[in-house]
Each structure stands twice: as C-alpha cells, then as structure tokens.
C-alpha cells in the first residue's frame, strides 16, 4: 500500500472515530435531556396531571410516575440489546432515538387533570414507559460505541464522553427548565409554560437522528459480523456466558444511579420543598454543580487510562459515601456560597464514580454480547435504584423528623459500589475482546 493510500487510510478512520464520538455522544445527551426534563418540571407536572392531597402526596405521586418509566428498561434493553448485537449498534441507536423523541413531545401535549380526568395521568404513566423503554437501548449503545471505536490507550477517556453527554444532558435540562420559568408568569407555566421544554423534544430528536444516520458502525463489530462470530441468539449467550460480570455492573451502577437521580434529578425539588430556598438560587447552583461535573468526568475518565480504572472509581465512591450527609448539611444552611459550594462538592465525587464507570464495564464483555450485557447490568440497577431515588427520598422524609436523614440513600449505594470496585478485576490494560 503506497504512503498516499496508508495516509488516506487513516484520514477516514480518524474522521469515522470523530464521527462516532459526536453522534453517539450528541444523541446521548439529547435522549437524557428528554428523561430529564420531567424531574425538573416535577413542580408543575405535580399539579397539573394530579389533583386533591397536599404537596407530599402530589410530589409522592409524581417521582412514582418517574420511577414507573424505569420499569420499562428492562424490557428495552432486551429489545435493544438483541437489535444491536445481532444487526449493529448503529440501528439500535437510531430506533431509540425516534422513539424517545416521540414520547417526549406526546407528554408535551398531553391535556391535564382538569380535561381528561383519571386519565390524564394513566397516559403520562404509558409515554413515560415508553422513554423508559427508548432510553434503555441509548446508554449501553452509546458506551459499546464510544469504547468500540477508542484507540486502546484512550477507552477511558472516549468512555468518558458518554457520561459527558448524560450530564450535558442534564445540564441543558436544567438549563431549559430555568430559563423557560424565567420567561413566563407563574399561572402560564402550569398551562402552557412546562410544556415548551417537552415540545423542544422534536428538536433533539431530529438533530441526533441527522448525526446516526450517516455513521458506520464500529470497526470491532463489523470485525465480528464479517467472520461470522456475531450470535443469532445474543440474549441466551449473555446468560449462558456472562453472569458474574453482568452482576459486577449491576452493583457497580446502584451508586452512580442513586448518585445521579437522587443529586442531580431529585435535589432540586428537595431544597425547595423541604428547605425553602429560593428557586433561582436552585436552579444556579445546580448548574453550577453539573459544570463541575461534566469537567470532572472527563478528567477521571483520562486518568483511569494512566492509573488505573479501579483507583478512579474507588476515589468517587469513597468521597460519596463519607460526604453525602456533610453536604446536604452545607446545602442546608440555605447560604448562596455554602449552597454553591455543596454543588461543587456533589459535582466532584460524582464526576469521579461516574467518569470511568461506562469503559469499565465495557472491558468486561466480549464484542458479540457486549451491548446486550452492559444494557443489562446498567438497566436494572438504575430501574431498581436510580428511578426509585426520589420516590424512596420523598418516602423517607414523610417518615422521619429530619429531612437530612435521607444522606443515608446515597452514602449506602455508594457503598454497595465501593464494595464493589475492591472485587472487581482492572482491565484498563487488557485488549478489547
């Protein structure tokens, strides 16, 4: 092969490799901007889809309503899961995306209470089942795409980019959310107001399906479609095959999911509800804390390409089990800076369990079952744990004197997963299987 052709060669590998971190990335962050902007439009969704019982009972009803469309990830990530790595990772991604946008803008034009009755929030349950359902396919498919196409000194910090993305997605829901309360007055955003962020759902849906539609699949999976080494049967050879590592990833996930719902999906209505502060003060600091976050992701994701993937995880699971009371405590205070700085602090021990936690579960599992089985262990951990946080929070709270007692949520799932970690093999130097 002549110098011109080798140049070429690798031109267009490294423009695919760009190419797939943009488009599994950017379509990551759209579908968890679309499952998010729910937790933070929980105050008005709250009272326009249940009527009657005070604000514990409608918050109860609503994170409850929240937790049901985690129910639905098992079932997707099957689905999902057989789709891509029997037929590829790319049409996976692509149906998951169209589905979750579809759901999105369906909430946004659901009527409420006051039109449809008990109806109205039976069918907010069935299209949050339905992004349930989307959403399982996008995480898994996602990290096996990112980890798939990373040169092999660089998994982490590629893997990385998947929970880049799902706190970018965060971010830009919260950032919405606020910006669009700012921009209407009080009495509109319980009528129209809240359901421009969902209607904005077409948007990102068409703006990662643009993305996918033009991407190659991964060079590892069409390795493994060429020889023939792909399983007709994926689901059955995960089982048969992959039982401890699929365990490993459940309890490894019970404290990034707890972590992620609880802090960064459920907190915001928490400091209002049970502390009176002021939403502004809220929502910026909560911006300020997935800032943080997205920053810190990244970096220990690099780092666990130089050190290690289980000293990172180690790091952020120890941090979240000893500073989850410590700092609701700070965030108690009500004081801007204290309050800022709390964020900062949940934005630091997160960013550090999370970074490394998608390349580390890719390592564990071969190319053929490797979207089926990460799918699997992610999926029900969060549907078991991370859709729960709020509902078991608010639950915890109407049970007890002290709302800081439910600090005990978050630092128990994170010490599930530092459990974990200490039992789990290092394999940031292993080669892709």
Avoid at 97 to 121: K, N, Q
Wanted: some cysteine; glycine content about 10%.
């Amino acid at each position: 092969m002549t110098t011109q052709s080798l140049d070429s060669a690798s031109y267009e590998s490294a423009r695919q490799r760009f190419r797939a971190v943009f488009a599994g990335s950017v379509g990551n962050l759209m579908e968890q901007y679309d499952n998010l902007i729910y937790a933070y439009s929980a105050v008005y969704i709250g009272s326009v889809f249940f009527a009657g019982g005070g604000t514990l009972t409608t918050t109860l009803a609503t994170f409850g309503v929240f937790a049901v469309g985690f129910l639905a990830r098992p079932v997707g990530t099957i689905f999902f899961g057989h789709i891509g790595d029997r037929y590829g990772r790319r049409p996976a991604l692509i149906a998951s995306v169209v589905l979750m946008g579809a759901a999105t803008v369906l909430i946004g034009l659901l009527p409420g209470y006051a039109t449809l009755g008990a109806a109205a929030p039976l069918l907010l349950t069935v299209l949050r089942l339905l992004q349930g359902f989307a959403v399982a396919g996008e995480w898994a498919g996602s990290t096996t795409m990112l980890v798939e196409y990373a040169p092999a000194h660089a998994r982490g910090r590629y893997g990385s980019f998947n929970q880049v993305s799902t706190v970018s997605g965060f971010l830009l829901a919260a950032l919405v959310v606020s910006v669009n309360a700012l921009l209407w007055p009080a009495e509109s955003m319980l009528t129209i107001g809240w359901r421009i962020p969902f209607l904005l759902g077409i948007v990102t849906m068409l703006i990662a399906l643009v993305l996918r539609l033009g991407l190659r699949d991964t060079p590892k999976y069409e390795e493994e479609a060429q020889s023939g080494a792909t399983s007709r049967h994926p689901l059955r050879l995960t089982f048969r095959t992959q039982k401890k590592p699929m365990l490993l990833g459940f309890c490894l996930n019970v404290g990034s999911g707890v972590g992620y719902y609880f802090f960064l999906s459920y907190l915001p209505t928490f400091l209002q509800q049970q502390f009176t502060l002021p939403q502004p003060l809220v929502f910026a600091s909560t911006l300020v804390g997935l800032a943080v976050m997205l920053v810190t992701v990244y970096a220990a994701g690099a780092l666990s390409d130089r050190i290690g993937r289980k000293p990172t995880l180690l790091a952020g699971a120890a941090a979240t089990t000893v500073l989850s009371w410590p700092v609701l405590a700070l965030l108690s205070t009500g004081d801007p800076l204290a309050v800022h700085l709390a964020q900062a602090c949940i934005g630091v021990m997160l960013g550090l369990l999370c970074g490394p936690i998608p390349t580390a579960l890719a390592e564990l599992f071969p190319t053929n079952v490797r979207y089926s089985a990460l799918g699997i262990g992610f999926n029900f951990a969060i549907m078991a744990f991370g859709g729960t946080a709020g509902f078991i929070a608010t639950g915890i709270i109407g049970a007890s004197s002290s709302p800081l007692l439910v600090a005990v949520l978050p630092a128990a799932a994170a010490l599930v997963s530092l459990i974990t970690i200490i039992g789990m093999p290092e394999t940031y130097r292993n080669e892709l299987r």
